[in-house]
């Protein structure tokens, strides 16, 4: 099973961003996207495979934590 979260992208350096993860700051490559500053993008294994809209990242952020407060 595969699974991609998405981050929002604060910085962008060539094809490699930082994404906050909810307050986690990663490097993630960009280099098969076309993101910019402020938007969110869907990432896996370390590599943005999608740019997404606010509302369907803030979606998916909340799934995780509810699938989180399960545990």
């Given at each position: 099973m595969c699974v991609a979260i998405p981050g929002r992208v604060t910085e962008i350096e060539g094809t490699t961003a930082k994404v906050d993860f909810n307050g986690n700051m990663v490097n993630?490559?960009?280099g098969l996207v076309e993101p910019e500053v402020g938007?969110?993008?869907?990432?896996?294994?370390g590599c943005a495979i999608e740019v997404m809209d606010k509302e369907q990242?803030?979606?998916?952020?909340?799934?995780f934590a509810d699938l989180e407060a399960l545990s």
């Open positions: 993630v490559n960009v938007q969110y993008v869907l990432v896996h294994a990242a803030q979606e998916i952020i909340d799934l």
